[in-house]
Each structure stands twice: as C-alpha cells, then as structure tokens.
C-alpha cells in the first residue's frame, strides 16, 4: 500500500498451514517489483523452497543491484542452485514465478517469466475488454537440462491497464459439476467478465467462484 500509487488485491489461499506459493515485493529507486511465485511441493518442504527463493530475489536485487527483470531471474536461478548445491544434496526443486517492475518514472512496466505467464487488460482498448498474454520462458528457477537467459518484456503504463499475475493453484483446481479442472481458459473469461469491478470485488468474486467450483472436493494446490 505503501508503494502503489494505485488498487491492487491479493487472493491468496494455501493448500497446508505452510505454502509453497508465496508473493514478494521490494521497493528500489524509482522501480517496484512485486512478484507471485510457486516454489515445487506444498506444506513444509514448499515452505523451505520458498525461504531459498525469497533470500535469492532479495540478494538478486539488495546485493547485485540488478534492475531488468530478466537479470533478476538469470541471478536469482543462479543463487538457488549454488544454495542446492550446498548441501551436497541433489535437489530437483525450484519455482515458477511471474516477476512485474512497475518504473513510475518512466510509466513502463518490465515483466519476466518462469513458466508462469502474464496476462494484462489494456485501456487504450477502450471499452472493449481483451485479455492480452504474454508468455513466459519455458523453464523453472532450478535445475534445467538447458538454461537460458530469460526475457525481460517492457510495456508501457496507461491509467486503467490492469495486470494479473499467478500460479497455477486456480486453474488446476478440480470440482464443477463433472469433477474437472477449472483450467486457464475458464480463468481468463472469469477474470474479462468481472474486469469492470474494482479490485476488491474482484477478488471477492475470484473467492466466491473458487470455492463454488471447488465445492466439497479437496483443495489440490496453494493458490
């Protein structure tokens, strides 16, 4: 609240006590990052994947003094291997993340991706509410057969643009009337149909529909 000059909301909704997804933000200069991540597992072992993780962006960003989203994740991958190998252990862990920088100053956007995409609402669209996409780097915070560097995406910053971003504990959640995942496609005309409500009701209806559609099956990820 401190940061954002505008409505944002947070629909969170661990599957355990602990989580494997967690969200992070941190204020440099001019740019605020704020990141929605999905460490591999649930509940206790998540949870730790998630401390790894957080200490990685922060290092990425406190230490490094990294700026572009893209370096961010390249340095934050790099940290969390050399954490795994530490231990002497082969873990095969790591995270998705959806990583936004909002640069006031300059009214752009910088967004990068590990396997977890980002979808916007443009108002220089007018009235007419399309849902635009932009693809994530095909590859997680970790251990990969091919690392590459990954993408960082600027878009500019227009009054009203909204942007979302997530993991995949809502789509891949099962229930309806068949039992089925709810599954992206279903998110994305959710999310184009309730655009025209302020934030804080679209979370409430994001909850409402989350739970009509999970109904009494078990909750099968962290949200």
């Known amino acids: 609240k401190k940061h954002l000059p505008f409505d944002f909301f947070i629909f969170y909704k661990p599957k355990d006590i602990v989580s ?24 206790v072992p998540g949870a730790m994947v998630s401390v790894v993780c957080t200490n990685a ?19 934050t991958r790099d940290l969390v291997l050399e954490t795994f190998a530490k231990s002497g ?12 920088c909002i640069n006031n100053a300059k009214k752009q956007i910088y967004w990068s991706g590990a396997n977890n995409q980002l979808w916007y609402l443009s108002s220089s669209n007018n009235q007419t509410a399309v849902m635009n996409e932009i693809k994530a780097n ?3 915070i970790g251990k990969t057969d091919n ?3 990954f993408t960082t995406h600027t878009l500019e910053l227009n009054t009203g643009d909204i942007f979302y971003l997530m993991t995949d504990g809502f789509a891949d959640q099962f229930g ?5 995942k709810f599954m992206y496609k279903q998110l994305k005309e959710l999310l184009v149909s309730i655009s025209q409500l302020p934030l804080s009701q679209q979370k409430e209806t994001l909850q409402t529909e989350f739970m009509k559609w999970k109904q009494d099956m078990e909750q ?4």
């Open 57 to 75: 962006l922060n290092r990425a960003v406190d230490e490094f003094k990294l700026k572009y989203t893209g370096k961010i994740l390249d340095k």
């Open 89 to 100: 252990e082969e873990i095969k862990d790591g995270m998705d993340i959806s990583l936004l």
């Open 20 to 43: 494997g997804d967690f969200y992070w933000a941190t204020k440099k200069n001019t740019n605020f990052y704020i990141a929605v991540c999905d460490s591999t597992g649930h509940g």
């Open 220 to 223: 099968v990820d962290d949200v």
């Open 147 to 149: 690392p590459k560097p």
């Open 176 to 180: 309806g009337p068949k039992g089925k």
């Open 138 to 140: 095909k590859q997680p």
